[in-house]
């Protein structure tokens, strides 16, 4: 079961100085946050490990993963933990992370520097993991524009490209977890994984901030490519 949040007291204020009042409310309410606290000692790069955590508490996702593709991973707190699940090592590499920003170095795990629209990156991201993934998780989100729609839909879309991805590669029986933003999932989106997965709902974990607008998509169970269909003319050759 995962823990509650420990840690320091909290309470703390930032000094009035040349930060913008915005940037230090921002900055009390990052160093006061009990998550980012508990992730500090127990070894986590970000706060972000336990909302990964917590929907595994409920939904039970890691459990048989063997292999694992990490969408978005710096700084590196869920590749951190599925690391540790797969038992991965650098000599046995199952855990495969790709993302733009700069990412220090784990154990267990092959780092991409690069753009997931590239178009070369899922046939790398493959390679790197070393096999067929059981779950491929995305935390991704759009750089801000501060038009709340323009960041929507633009996460959006990096959502919709991690679901098809998913579908390419999964295993069987595999699941998909990737972040999106209240105001609705598109319909097309929505059909097309529950066409391909068992259940899909979406979920909200407890370390998620309540004033944040993010959610979490979640398909679970994949249920297989389906073999291409053979055309009478083929048939009719053979």
Partial sequence: MTKPPIGRKIGQKVKKGKLKASSRRWLERHINDPYVQRAKLEGYRARAAFKLLEIDEKHNILGGARRIID??????????IAAKVTNSTDADPRVAAIDFLEMDP???????????????????LIEAVGGTPNLVISDMAAPTTGHRQTDHLRTMHLCEVAAYFAVEVLAEGGHFLAKTFQGGTERDLLNMLKQNFRQVIHVKPGASRAES?????LAKGFKGRKAPETSDAAEADA
Avoid: K, T
């Fill in 71 to 80: 969408l978005g991973a710096a700084p590196g707190s869920w590749s951190q």
């Fill in 106 to 124: 784990l154990p267990g795990v092959r780092i991409l520097q690069m753009d997931f629209l590239d178009p070369d990156a899922p046939r790398q």
């Fill in 213 to 217: 607008v993010e959610m979490f998509l």
